[in-house]
């Protein structure tokens, strides 16, 4: 009976283990789509070079909430520049304090 119980613990655990790889992965797929289609708007508004120049800033941004704010600063965008500006800046890393203040 023993043997029983281990087989279902195991199942058991590799099915959430399983659940989280696949909400994982379709959280990637999501952003990646959102990425996708933020470089295509940028395609059509501000023409090919600009969307080209999107791709890798958008690729380095992993928040879900960044991303929907940068289709924001899409339509309010100005001109490539202001949107590609607005890339940098969601993109860059946050600064880590060091501890002499600076």
Do not use: C
């Amino acid at each position: 009976m023993s043997d029983l119980s281990e087989v279902y613990h195991m199942l058991a655990d590799n099915v959430e283990t399983w659940t989280d790889q696949w909400k994982q992965q379709g959280l990637e797929e999501g952003r990646e789509t959102t990425r996708h289609i933020l470089s295509r708007l940028a395609r059509r508004r501000f023409g090919p070079g600009v969307a080209e120049q999107s791709q890798p800033l958008l690729a380095r941004i992993s928040d879900p909430d960044q991303l929907e704010e940068l289709a924001d600063q899409l339509l309010l965008s100005p001109d490539g520049d202001a949107w590609l500006a607005q890339l940098k800046a969601h993109g860059d890393p946050i600064p880590i304090a060091r501890e002499d203040g600076r």
